[in-house]
């Protein structure tokens, strides 16, 4: 298997003159800019120009009876689409020029989206006020071909608490493009999920359980998912399509869960974006740590490192 892998890696990784351009490009603002003219690059989360709407009480209220009930919740479209055309346009102009999605968070709007009081207030109820931003950002473009997928099923993190995912549309998510599944938690006994990752084999009637409690999660671009570390869920496979699944996701951690020190330095999530250079370690590091997940990221592998590493 790691002959397999090494492989893999020999056929799609970048030469080193390409590593280094695109290592080059990746550190110089200016480029970026003119990539994605669109989109802005100032450190300063500029909540006018986000100009989302407010997550309502009443539907904080039931996002955080769902949460609490079924380990899930969602929320209706906030986000204009003036910013999701933006972003839009952001990740197909990174596709157009070999960037891998996750390059949309050398912007600001990404970030920005999730520094939105109503928002903030959101997460604050579920994880309490001093709640902080993991750094497993990721975005996925997933192109409307049949076939294309996201995430296989997985949790996040079935062990820890204190921890909850966002899930944020950009594109339309269909159940032709790809939307997100879920087993609702309480549904399936918990002898299923635990060791989900682990499990060799499952017996019959363990699949058809697992199968018959999914539930699929299509929504209009601009609201938001969210979901517990404990609930199975993933990113299914697109059929006939002519809409792209564009989509991201990060991760918040309450101050006082448990393995918080595992979390190498959670984000502020309350007043602050993080700067250029930050955003681009994180970048780094999140290409570098999902290749289960993203096999093709295999092929940027050495340019993450060195941005990951580069302070
Ligand atoms: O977008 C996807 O396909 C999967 C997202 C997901 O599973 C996650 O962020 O944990």
Request: positive net charge; glycine residues 6%.
């Amino acid at each position: 298997m790691k002959d397999v892998t090494a492989g893999m890696m020999a056929m799609m990784s970048l030469g080193a003159s390409d590593v280094r351009r695109f290592v080059r490009n990746a550190r110089n603002p200016a480029y970026w800019r003119k990539l994605n003219p669109q989109l802005s690059i100032s450190g300063k989360p500029d909540l006018e120009k986000i100009q989302a709407k407010a997550i309502s009480a009443a539907a904080k209220r039931t996002a955080l009876e769902k949460l609490d009930s079924d380990g899930y919740f969602q929320i209706d479209p906030v986000y204009p689409g003036r910013l999701l055309n933006a972003l839009r346009e952001g990740i197909e102009n990174l596709a157009r020029a070999n960037w891998p999605a996750p390059f949309i968070y050398v912007y600001d709007e990404p970030w920005a989206m999730k520094r939105i009081p109503s928002f903030i207030d959101l997460i604050d109820a579920i994880l309490g006020p001093s709640h902080r931003e993991l750094q497993n950002v990721w975005a996925h473009f997933l192109r409307p071909v049949p076939g294309a997928h996201g995430w296989q099923p997985h949790m996040d993190g079935p062990t820890l608490g204190g921890r909850v995912s966002a899930w944020f549309p950009v594109t339309d998510a269909t159940l032709e493009n790809g939307c997100i599944y879920i087993v609702p938690q309480n549904r399936i006994p918990d002898s299923l999920t635990e060791n989900f990752a682990r499990r060799a084999t499952f017996r019959q009637p363990e699949l058809q359980l697992l199968m018959h409690a999914a539930r699929a999660l299509p929504v209009k671009a601009g609201s938001i998912l969210g979901w517990n570390f404990k609930v199975l869920h993933w990113g299914s496979v697109a059929g006939q399509t002519r809409q792209p699944r564009i989509s991201l996701a990060t991760e918040f951690v309450a101050a006082d869960a448990p393995n918080v020190d595992l979390d190498n330095a959670p984000l502020d999530a309350h007043t602050s974006i993080p700067e250029f250079d930050v955003r681009l370690e994180l970048i780094g590091r999140a290409i570098v740590a999902f290749p289960t997940f993203e096999p093709m990221m295999l092929r940027y592998r050495a340019v993450a490192q060195h941005l990951w590493h580069s302070r």
